[in-house]
C-alpha cells in the first residue's frame, strides 16, 4: 500500500473542509471556544473587525454542486444565478444553523433580496445587510461607512461578542495583513511556476481558509506553498496561460477548474474566492484602526465589477492584471445570470481588444455537471493561442 504524500493529505484535509457543507469545523470551533460564528456572502466584509470581537467570521459561497436543491428553487425567478437558491437551501436543510448570523454585502439586488428573505425565515439570528459607499471620498464614502462599521460591531455586541477596543483591532489587522501576504505570495508561485501550484489545489486551499480560523488559515497556506514549492515531480508543460475573470461571486464546480488545467491552460490569475485580495496591500496598523479599514476599503480596493468606477479604470485594470501575470490570454467565466460581470464583460472585452489580448467567454453554474462543451472550447483557445499568437 503506497501513502500520501503530506502536500496530497493537506489538499484532501482542504477539500474535505469545502465539501463539508453542514460547517463541522466551525461548530468544533464553537464547542470549543464558546464563541460566536457569522456568515458571511461574497465578496468583501470586514473580517478583521469581527475577529477583533471574538467572533469567527464563516465564509458561504454556495453549496456547489454536491446538493440537491428541492426547497430553494421556490424562493426564486429561473432567470437569476444560482448562489442565492443553494444558500436557501442550505438554510433550511440546517446546514447553517451553527452560525449565530449572516452579514450580506451590498453587491448586488439578489445577495439584498437575499438578506431580506434571511430575515423572515430566521428571526432569532443576526442578519445584516452591509452597505458599502459607491463614492470614495473619505468625507462622505469613509463617513458613511464608517457609520457602517461602528453599527456592525454594535450589532455583534448585542448578540454576546467582545465589545471593541482599538488594541485588539490594530491586532486583527496585523493578523489579517498576513493572510493576505500568505495569499499573494502563493499567486505570486503560482504566476512564477504555475505547474507548481496547480489552481485546482490552490482553491481548494483558498475555500478551507474560509470557514477556518484565520490563524490556521496562514498555517495551511503556508504549509501548501512550502510544500508545493518542494515537489520535485511537478515538470512544466506546454500550456497556454490563461486569466481566468468573472467567479468573483458564485464559485464554478472544482470540476470545471480541473477541466480547463486539463484542455491545457495554466490558470495565472483569477478572481476566485477575492475576500483575501479585495483590499491590495497591507491595511496600516498605526492610528485609528477602524478609520484605517474605512481608508483601506476606499484606496486600495481592486476594481471589482460591484464597485462603481470608471469605466476605463477597470479595463485598465483587468490589462494590468494581465500584463502583471504574464497571462496570453483571458477567459471570462462568470456565472450564468450574473449582473456585475456580465454587464461589466463588454467594457472589458474592449479593453482587451485593444490590447490585441485573445479572449475566450462561457457561463457556468455552481452546479453545472456536463465539461465536455467547456472543455473543448477551451482546449481550442489554448491551441489556438499555442499555435498562432505573437511570440
Ligand atoms: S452570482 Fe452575481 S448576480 Fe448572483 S448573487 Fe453573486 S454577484 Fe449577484
Redesign the pocket.
Known sequence: MTSRSPLADLVAKAEGIYRDYRLSAVREWKTRTGGLAIGYL?IYVPCELLHAQGVLPVGLMGARDDLEIIKGDAYYQSY??H??RSTIELGLNGSLDGLDGVLFPA??D??RNLSGMWQMLFPGKLVRYLDVPQNFDAEIGGRFYRQQLEELSSALTSIGARPLNNEALARSIGVYNTLRRAVRDLYTLRRQAPWTVPTSELYLILRASLVIPVEDAIAMLTVYSALAEAADDRRPLDQARVLLTGSF??QPPIGLIRTLERSGCYIVDDDFVQIHRFIESDVETNGDPLDNLVRAFLTDAIASP?RYIDTNAKGAHLVRRIRASGAEGVVFCA?S?????LLDQPMMTAAVDRERIPWTAFKYSENTGQFQVIREQAGTFADSIKLWSEP
Open positions: 461574497p437569476i444565478c448562489i442565492p453587491i448586488c439578489v445577495i461571486c458564485e460591484t456565472p445570470f450574473c449582473d456585475p460581470a
